[in-house]
């Protein structure tokens, strides 16, 4: 079965720290952009951070920026999303999402194809 299994969300304090991973199964995240995106109930899906094949490539959502870091694990098949001073705002299901190219970090979940279920993160103030 192909898929890819979010954890590592949860209840945190405004100012404190989770970190998100994103395992594949079935299918390989190795050679294409990873990408992060959240949604929290009554808003549209928003862009949060994402990663080219390489990993040397990343692109962020200017309200993440310097607080987020995505990166992908040694094994190629697991993207991280490291979420440093979390705020309230941050409350939301966050998805990972393999792109449909290597390198294409733009921010439109149209270059996105397979998509993960989803973590629940929720930030108190």
């Known amino acids: 079965q192909m898929q890819l299994v979010e954890s590592g969300g949860g209840l945190v304090q405004a100012g404190g720290s989770l970190r998100l991973s994103c395992e594949a199964s079935?299918?390989?995240?190795?050679?294409?952009?990873v990408g992060w995106f959240r949604q929290d109930p009554g808003k549209q899906r928003e862009f949060v951070a994402a990663i080219n094949w390489s990993g040397r490539n990343t692109n962020y959502a200017d309200s993440v920026k310097g607080r987020f870091t995505i990166s992908r694990g040694n094994a190629g098949n697991t993207v991280y999303l490291q979420m440093d001073s979390l705020k309230p705002a941050g409350r939301a299901v966050y998805y990972c999402a393999r792109g449909k190219y290597n390198s294409d970090l733009s921010a439109a979940d149209g270059k996105f194809g397979y998509w993960g279920q989803g973590s629940q993160v929720t930030v108190s103030s």
């Open positions: 079935g299918i390989l995240l190795g050679g294409y952009a």
